[in-house]
């Protein structure tokens, strides 16, 4: 089994949570996920954690397995599901951060005015 997580997820680990100084058995579990290439992140969660140049940053850093480049594939993958389940999506929030460059990228997910897009095909007529 895999497992996809953003930054919010790795900040809630990391700092939130599980602190490794506190858990540092988990670390440890986490590490063996990402080097076995079953801890992922998309890229865009590399560069997020790259502006603030944190413990976690540098983690990610030493499991480069772990990052995964955002393809095309990925974004389809990504409209598909967030269109699939849209109440998995917050609608009345600004989304920022990976999670709404992902939704952006896809064609999908709520707008910057609290909307929800059903479909990469009614942007793309859009920004024809």
């Given at each position: 089994?895999?497992?996809?997580?953003?930054?919010?997820?790795?900040?809630?680990?990391?700092?939130?949570?599980?602190?490794?100084?506190?858990?540092?058995?988990?670390?440890m579990q986490m590490e063996t996920l990402a080097d076995d290439g079953q801890?992922?992140?998309?890229?865009?969660?590399?560069?997020?954690?790259?502006k603030k140049d944190d413990?976690?940053?540098?983690?990610?850093?030493?499991h480069p397995n772990m990052v995964v480049a955002m393809d095309a594939a990925i974004q389809?993958?990504?409209?598909?599901?967030?269109?699939?389940?849209?109440?998995?999506?917050?609608?009345?929030s600004v989304m920022g951060g990976s999670a709404g460059s992902l939704?952006?990228?896809?064609?999908a997910g709520p707008r910057m005015d609290g909307g929800n897009?059903?479909?990469?095909q009614a942007q793309q007529a859009t920004h024809t």
């Open positions: 089994m895999s497992y996809s997580v953003d930054t919010s997820a790795l900040l809630n680990w990391w700092v939130r949570y599980y602190p490794p100084d506190v858990f540092p058995s988990l670390q801890f992922l992140s998309i890229d865009e969660v590399q560069r997020e954690l790259q413990a976690l940053h540098r983690w990610t850093l030493h389809t993958q990504a409209r598909d599901a967030i269109n699939g389940y849209p109440s998995l999506i917050p609608t009345k939704c952006h990228r896809a064609g897009r059903r479909g990469f």
